[in-house]
């Protein structure tokens, strides 16, 4: 059975910095996608940032890029989400995800939340201003 957990998370003042973290077991496919999807209270799931185990080529959501940054360790298959410069419209309940790539990038399944097999529980992020 495949299982997506995240952790950190938390509260912080606008400005400041997060690391939000997401270990996978047991999935069925070695070329893949983790990262992090988003929602916020009233609005639809969105994707946050997704990294491909290839070759580790990256996707961003607009309002992220030059602000968060994602990495992996394809041994232990685990991600990392470094959240610097947090602004209030980050809050949101982040959620851990992983799914199979295609064509080597992140992109479609980034694009659409619906797509994603595996999910984590979720962690919440507060920014206060």
């Known amino acids: 059975q495949v299982q997506v957990e995240e952790s950190g998370g938390g509260s912080v003042q606008a400005g400041g910095s997060l690391r939000l973290s997401c270990a996978a077991a047991?999935?069925?496919?070695?070329?893949?996608?983790m990262g992090w999807f988003r929602q916020a209270p009233g609005k639809e799931r969105e994707g946050v940032a997704g990294?491909?185990?290839?070759?580790?080529?990256?996707y961003y959501a607009d309002s992220v890029k030059g602000r968060f940054t994602i990495s992996q360790d394809n041994a232990k298959n685990t991600v990392h989400l470094l959240m610097n410069s947090l602004k209030p419209e980050d809050t949101a309940m982040y959620y851990c995800?992983?799914?199979?790539?295609?064509?080597?990038?992140?992109?479609?399944?980034?694009?659409?939340?619906?797509?994603?097999?595996?999910w984590g529980k979720g962690t919440a992020v507060t920014i206060s201003s």
């Open positions: 995800a992983a799914a199979y790539s295609f064509g080597g990038s992140c992109n479609r399944a980034w694009g659409n939340y619906k797509t994603i097999p595996y």
């Open positions: 047991r999935l069925p496919y070695s070329s893949n996608c």
């Open positions: 990294i491909y185990s290839g070759d580790g080529s990256t």
